[in-house]
């Protein structure tokens, strides 16, 4: 039986986590004065996935500080971002230890982010395992091939958008691959790239479906529309540059053994950790 293996968006589950009872001001705070509410929720979203998805090895992939390669490219990257809350800032470590009690590797390297390091064990282990993605982001949907899947949270607990490529063609009319080309010219406002000014997604998709590729626009800007054209020429270089900010990079470097990998609860061990950091009602996902 192929192994299958789950590449966990540490990051995603851990701010989803966060906001979802952050709002109503409840951070779950421990007798040690350490707010849990993110790490509680991170728990329960991973436990509620392997439960649901019964992996043979779990790793979980984290960013390892803001600053990346795609600042360098462009300073602006996610320059709309603040700083995390300060309830959330003792969670970052806490979390880790978290995971490291269930004895899932935490993997992360500086100048990268978690998606980049998702790509790169992705691409490592496919040909001989399956490979399930369990993130909230939407933008590692351009990792789908015929043995990778993406895991999409939806609001609550166990509750699922699982994408596979063919699913994706019917939804979107595009390949995972084309997506990259599609952000470049819609831009991202969460990550705080423009993209073409002016061409929205549906232009994007448009275009995309005609032309297959961004180099084959470009090498036919004369077929467009005036207007089209017109907004192209003016954001070329952004355009080009968008395109390396939304590509993840799967050559991080980073790489994990699967044996060490391997999904084998030490309930004893998790148990003891949870009441270390006074963790309730996660016994029962155990």
Known sequence: MKQSVLLVDGMALLFRAFYATAMSNYFMVNSKGVPTNAVHGFVKHLLTATNT???????????MG????????????????GDPPE???????????VTEAMDIPNI?????????CIGTLAKIYKDDAKVDILTGDQDILQLLDESTRVILLKKGFGNYDVY????FVEEKGITPHQMIDLKAMMGDSSDNYPGVRGIGEKTALKLLMTHGSLDTILENLDQLTKAQRTKFETDLDMVQ?????AEIHCETGVSCDLEDAEFKLDRDKVL???????????????
């Open 272 to 286: 003891a950790k949870f009441d270390e950091v006074e963790f309730k009602r996660l016994e029962d996902l155990l």
């Open 53 to 63: 998805f019964q992996p043979s090895h779990v790793i979980c992939c984290w960013d």
């Open 241 to 245: 540059l968008s395109r390396k900010l």
């Open 66 to 81: 803001s600053h990346t390669f795609r600042n360098d490219l462009y300073d602006l990257y996610k320059a709309n971002r």
């Open 164 to 167: 596979h490529t063919e699913k």
């Open 108 to 116: 992360g390297i500086p100048g990268y982010e978690a998606d980049d």
């Open 87 to 97: 309830e959330l800032i003792p969670q970052f470590e806490l979390v880790k230890e």
